[in-house]
């Protein structure tokens, strides 16, 4: 197709043309004040509400969604703000029914909320919002009645029902959703399939005293009781029908148990098969009290690729990668590849100049999971092969090994692991150790070691969101056997315990909290070692991104001197001296941070968080001194009362941000420690000092606790 000039100049003509037309035609002005009306922001100096006298004003203004301003708000305390509040007026409708509810469902059935006026303020700051609130009586429970069911409803779940005698009565039916869906469940966990239940409210027309008294009554017709007659299970294409049944707590015969169901339908989603499981009651004869049960299941893809990227301040550079089947030969039998890459930029804790040459890291792994053992437990077999750099002590493991291990629960939220564990190590000298150290260790023999273990461990989680938890806990235990009738060469016993809470704060955001604790010593063969026993990957360390922040990687507690270098067992401990960390026997964790919401970055999902952290290791339990739990000590001479020493409890403080994503927040903090130590370093030319910085910075992924 062709062109001509003159084509193009009409063209133009007709485009600046259309332009104008538009600009000088009038606009729908009506129209769009209409749209806008009350839709503009207004600023608001302050928010008045009378006539409350059971809730105090501070509380209702805690229900608003508009807000007075606040000069300790976090962002304006950071300087990201000013305190100037702004609200819409049409919101304000829908503020005053927020009021009304809350005082609806709390008895006050006849309450009365009334915007009085908004006016305002003489000097500019902005609007004077007046809320009027005309209580009325409180209306009371004085009865919860169960007409004709009144033997089959327990004392025990009377209890447990929100609204019972001597509650203020909600107003409306749909505020007793909870109860009725407890009582719901009851019965049918006694095989009423059919039950149905109907509340209803009667208050008293005359008023007792300033109170109003009101009868709850739920008519239940509870319908005969069921069992199971038959299971028909559908949608299953891929997975075995005896699979699925065997991870059923029904069987037919049973009486139609709700918890049962709940339970199976756990049993199943938990084996990551299926994207979803529905139970459906099917073909009920109320004659012969039974009903079939029909199962139907949505299938996963058994097959799958996972790939993804990270950094951070000590693994600068991470991939990881895997590939797994879920459902092998449609037995449910699991194979997982994985593998972990990454390059590490390391400073040799106080052996070199900085970070040297890139090391890389790796894990692979090759993992079976058995779907049921004697009907009850999963059996899991890895395979694994590591390669570890331990820049804080001058050290590379080359770990290989193989685990075998099986999950079982108490319920819910406690699960516990029982593993057996065959590890080799191989330990030699990091690259970038100096060489005056090399030529010190030139008749010290670094050899392999095996390691044979026995685990259990428990995990109670209780947390609301085990990515982004905001209230809850979750306690974690473990307590491991190595050596002894298990063989190989380290015989030692290790148990270790934390304690993770999470709770709102007043201010705004989540308070979490951590105390963990842990003891290692060796036994038998090893006893003749000492603390030096226990093997180096087997030690405690403290110090670092998850742990200490303020201080560097794994850098706190017992280190390795010239003059006790010498004396090792190579096998189980670090063969380094110039006081290189050597991890200890004994560790002690305590972390308290608040993580608070920076509604100026909010868009960006970022958030703040400010902590306290503290804890060491030590190596033998007489090193643990009161006097070592002081706030503050300083770098200074071995012989000064006031200096860091090496059983000193570790004190921090500091502040970050976080960045919300899919995977969990990508972390940055900034910790500033409060007992810095200064350590003492023989040369060819004398003694060098060196203290310990005054900030650290740190950068990962995911929460420290």
Same mark, same amino acid.
């Given at each position: 197709?062709?062109?001509?000039?003159?084509?193009?100049?009409?063209?133009?003509?007709?485009?600046?043309g259309?332009?104008?037309?538009?600009a000088?035609?009038?606009?729908?002005?009506?129209?769009?004040?209409?749209?806008?009306y009350g839709?503009?922001?207004?600023?608001?100096?302050?928010?008045?509400?009378?006539g409350?006298?059971t809730?105090?004003e501070?509380?209702l203004?805690?229900?608003?969604?508009?807000?007075?301003?606040?000069?300790f708000?976090p962002?304006?305390?950071l300087?990201?703000?000013?305190?100037?509040?702004?609200?819409?007026?049409?919101?304000?409708?829908?503020?005053?029914?927020?009021?009304?509810?809350?005082?609806?469902?709390r008895?006050f059935?006849?309450?009365?909320?009334?915007?009085?006026?908004?006016v305002?303020?003489?000097?500019?700051?902005?609007? &004077?919002?007046v809320?009027?609130?005309?209580?009325?009586?409180?209306t009371?429970?004085?009865?919860?009645r169960?007409?004709?069911?009144?033997?089959?409803?327990p004392?025990?779940?009377?209890?447990?029902l929100?609204?019972?005698?001597?509650?203020?009565?909600?107003?409306?039916?749909?505020?007793?959703g909870?109860d009725?869906?407890?009582?719901?469940?009851?019965?049918?966990?006694?095989?009423?399939l059919?039950?149905?239940?109907?509340?209803?409210?009667?208050v008293?027309?005359?008023?007792?005293?300033?109170?109003?008294?009101?009868?709850?009554?739920?008519?239940?017709k509870?319908?005969?009781?069921?069992?199971?007659?038959?299971?028909d299970?559908?949608?299953n294409?891929?997975?075995?029908?005896?699979?699925?049944?065997?991870?059923?707590?029904?069987?037919?015969?049973?009486?139609?148990?709700?918890?049962?169901?709940?339970e199976?339908?756990?049993?199943?989603?938990?084996?990551?098969?299926?994207?979803?499981?529905?139970?459906?009651?099917?073909?009920?004869?109320?004659?012969?009290?039974?009903?079939d049960?029909? &199962?139907?299941?949505?299938?996963?893809?058994?097959?799958?690729?996972?790939?993804?990227?990270?950094?951070?301040?000590?693994?600068?550079?991470?991939a990881?990668?895997?590939?797994?089947?879920?459902?092998?030969?449609?037995?449910?039998?699991?194979?997982?590849?994985?593998?972990?890459?990454?390059?590490?930029?390391?400073d040799?804790?106080?052996?070199?100049?900085?970070?040297?040459?890139?090391?890389l890291?790796?894990?692979?792994?090759?993992?079976?999971?058995?779907?049921?053992?004697?009907?009850?437990?999963?059996l899991?077999?890895?395979?694994?092969?590591?390669?570890?750099?331990?820049?804080?002590?001058?050290?590379?493991?080359?770990?290989?090994?193989?685990?075998?291990g099986?999950?079982?629960?108490?319920?819910?939220?406690?699960?516990?692991?029982l593993?057996?564990?065959?590890?080799?190590?191989?330990?030699?000298m990091?690259?970038?150790?100096t060489?005056?150290?090399?030529?010190?260790?030139?008749?010290?023999?670094?050899?392999?070691?095996?390691?044979?273990?026995?685990?259990?461990?428990?995990?109670?989680?209780r947390?609301?969101d085990?990515?982004?938890?905001?209230?809850?806990?979750?306690?974690? &235990?473990?307590?491991?056997?190595?050596g002894?009738p298990?063989?190989?060469?380290?015989s030692?016993?290790?148990?270790?315990?934390?304690?993770?809470?999470?709770?709102?704060?007043?201010?705004?955001?989540v308070?979490?909290?951590?105390?963990?604790?842990g003891?290692? =010593?060796?036994?038998?063969?090893?006893?003749?070692?000492?603390?030096?026993?226990?093997?180096?990957?087997?030690?405690f360390?403290?110090?670092?991104?998850?742990?200490?922040?303020g201080y560097?990687?794994?850098?706190?507690?017992p280190?390795?001197?010239?003059?006790?270098?010498?004396?090792?067992?190579?096998?189980?401990?670090?063969?380094?001296?110039?006081?290189?960390?050597?991890?200890?026997?004994y560790?002690?964790?305590?972390?308290i941070?608040?993580?608070?919401?920076?509604?100026?970055?909010?868009?960006?999902?970022?958030?703040?968080?400010?902590?306290?952290?503290?804890?060491?290791?030590?190596?033998?339990?007489?090193?643990?001194h009161?006097?070592?739990f002081?706030?503050?000590?300083?770098?200074?001479e071995?012989?000064? %009362?006031?200096?860091?020493?090496?059983?000193?409890?570790r004190?921090?403080?500091? =502040?970050?941000?976080r960045?919300?994503?899919?995977?969990?927040?990508?972390?940055?903090?900034?910790?500033?420690?409060?007992?810095?130590?200064?350590?003492?370093?023989? %040369?060819?030319?004398?003694?060098?000092?060196q203290?310990?910085?005054?900030?650290?910075?740190?950068?990962?992924? =995911?929460?420290?606790?």
């Amino acid at each position: 197709m062709r062109f001509s000039n003159a084509g193009i100049v009409t063209g133009w003509a007709w485009i600046l043309g259309v332009l104008a037309f538009a600009a000088l035609a009038p606009a729908p002005a009506r129209a769009i004040s209409e749209l806008e009306y009350g839709l503009e922001l207004h600023n608001i100096h302050r928010i008045e509400i009378e006539g409350n006298t059971t809730f105090s004003e501070k509380e209702l203004k805690a229900l608003l969604r508009i807000r007075e301003p606040r000069s300790f708000h976090p962002q304006v305390i950071l300087g990201l703000g000013d305190r100037t509040a702004r609200y819409q007026p049409h919101l304000l409708e829908v503020e005053l029914r927020g009021l009304s509810r809350f005082y609806r469902q709390r008895g006050f059935h006849q309450v009365v909320v009334e915007l009085v006026s908004v006016v305002e303020d003489p000097e500019g700051r902005g609007d &004077i919002i007046v809320i009027n609130v005309v209580e009325g009586l409180r209306t009371y429970l004085d009865d919860v009645r169960f007409p004709g069911t009144e033997a089959e409803v327990p004392e025990r779940l009377r209890e447990e029902l929100r609204y019972h005698v001597g509650v203020p009565a909600p107003a409306d039916l749909n505020d007793l959703g909870t109860d009725i869906y407890q009582l719901q469940t009851y019965f049918w966990e006694h095989g009423h399939l059919e039950a149905e239940i109907r509340p209803e409210i009667v208050v008293a027309a005359e008023p007792l005293g300033n109170r109003l008294a009101a009868v709850l009554s739920y008519h239940i017709k509870p319908g005969g009781r069921y069992s199971v007659a038959m299971i028909d299970v559908q949608g299953n294409d891929r997975t075995r029908t005896d699979l699925i049944r065997g991870r059923l707590r029904l069987r037919e015969g049973d009486l139609f148990r709700w918890s049962n169901v709940v339970e199976s339908q756990r049993r199943l989603m938990e084996t990551a098969l299926f994207r979803d499981v529905g139970f459906i009651p099917a073909r009920v004869d109320s004659a012969a009290g039974t009903a079939d049960l029909l &199962i139907q299941v949505v299938e996963r893809r058994p097959a799958f690729f996972e790939f993804g990227f990270g950094v951070g301040s000590r693994e600068r550079i991470r991939a990881l990668a895997a590939w797994g089947h879920n459902n092998l030969f449609g037995t449910g039998q699991r194979l997982l590849l994985r593998s972990r890459n990454s390059l590490n930029y390391e400073d040799v804790q106080r052996l070199s100049d900085g970070a040297g040459d890139p090391e890389l890291n790796y894990r692979y792994d090759i993992t079976h999971t058995y779907p049921s053992v004697l009907k009850r437990y999963r059996l899991e077999t890895n395979f694994y092969l590591e390669k570890e750099t331990r820049g804080e002590s001058g050290l590379n493991l080359d770990t290989r090994g193989f685990s075998l291990g099986t999950r079982f629960g108490f319920g819910r939220q406690t699960v516990q692991a029982l593993t057996l564990r065959f590890e080799r190590v191989d330990p030699s000298m990091h690259p970038d150790v100096t060489d005056s150290l090399r030529l010190h260790l030139e008749g010290n023999v670094i050899e392999e070691s095996s390691t044979h273990s026995l685990a259990w461990d428990l995990l109670d989680e209780r947390r609301d969101d085990p990515i982004r938890p905001s209230e809850g806990s979750l306690r974690t &235990i473990n307590v491991e056997i190595g050596g002894g009738p298990l063989g190989g060469d380290n015989s030692f016993w290790k148990m270790s315990a934390a304690f993770h809470g999470y709770t709102g704060f007043p201010l705004g955001g989540v308070l979490a909290f951590r105390v963990g604790a842990g003891a290692v =010593g060796p036994y038998g063969d090893s006893l003749d070692r000492g603390a030096d026993g226990v093997p180096y990957q087997e030690r405690f360390f403290a110090g670092g991104v998850s742990s200490v922040r303020g201080y560097e990687e794994r850098s706190l507690g017992p280190q390795i001197s010239r003059d006790v270098a010498d004396s090792l067992r190579v096998i189980s401990d670090v063969p380094l001296p110039d006081r290189p960390a050597r991890g200890g026997n004994y560790r002690l964790l305590t972390n308290i941070e608040w993580r608070f919401p920076v509604p100026l970055l909010k868009s960006w999902k970022v958030s703040g968080v400010a902590f306290v952290d503290g804890g060491t290791v030590w190596e033998r339990l007489r090193d643990i001194h009161i006097k070592g739990f002081r706030w503050r000590s300083y770098p200074g001479e071995p012989d000064d %009362t006031t200096s860091t020493k090496i059983w000193d409890y570790r004190w921090s403080f500091g =502040g970050g941000l976080r960045v919300d994503t899919p995977v969990g927040p990508v972390r940055v903090d900034v910790g500033f420690p409060l007992k810095r130590a200064r350590f003492d370093t023989e %040369t060819s030319t004398g003694v060098t000092y060196q203290t310990e910085s005054r900030v650290i910075y740190h950068f990962s992924l =995911g929460f420290p606790f």
